[in-house]
């Protein structure tokens, strides 16, 4: 069974992506959706490639960081022979429910790809102050923070909804925001 809609999720790092597709999730339930991760697949090739932890690797901690750059650079080199390769696999691997939330697009090449292959897509963009990505962990990162991954999708202007996420209230507000703009049955 494909799922009749999609919810796309972008924003900077530690704007809460996954925060809100957690609390959405719950909120859903896990009969009817779940939530697709484009950087599982991407994290699992790159573990095997490297011999690493995949399991750290998924993990929100240092493990994590540690390898970002280079986990960049290494599935740039994928991208570039196929710019779905990643897209692709999370959707294969994905179970069959009525509602995807994919928590982490980064590229207008992602957006393109879903666009190819489904029809009922929404895309969300998620962002939070500086100050406050900060108090969740944000560095400034150079070849993380100011590269293709982190950056592509800012200036994309076609977003159906547009979320600020400073706080638990807001993201309260959020849930609702995107509660009622999604149907399906
Ligand atoms: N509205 C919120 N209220 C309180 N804490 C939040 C909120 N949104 C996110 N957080 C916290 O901020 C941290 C970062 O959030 P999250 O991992 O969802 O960000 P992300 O955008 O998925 O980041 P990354 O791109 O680095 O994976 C987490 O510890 C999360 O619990």
Known sequence: ?????????????????????????????????????????????????????????????PYKEQYRTDMINWSDGVRKKDPGYFCKAACQTAPSKKLWLVSDIRRKSDVKWFKMNYSNLKLIRISADLEVRQTRGYTFTKGVDDVESECDLD??????????????????????????????T
Request: a negative charge; proline letters at 2%.
């Open 1 to 61: 069974m494909e799922p009749q809609l999609i919810l796309l999720f972008s924003g900077k790092r530690k704007s809460g992506k996954d925060f809100i597709c957690e609390k959405l999730r719950k909120t859903i339930g896990d009969d009817d959706c779940c939530i697709v991760r484009l950087s599982g697949p991407l994290k699992q090739f790159y573990a095997e490639n490297h011999n690493l932890e995949w399991k750290e690797l998924m993990s929100d901690g």
């Open 155 to 184: 200036d994309f202007k076609s977003w159906d909804l547009q979320l600020i996420n400073n706080c638990q209230e807001d993201s309260e507000k959020n849930i609702e925001e995107i509660m009622r703009s999604i149907s399906y």
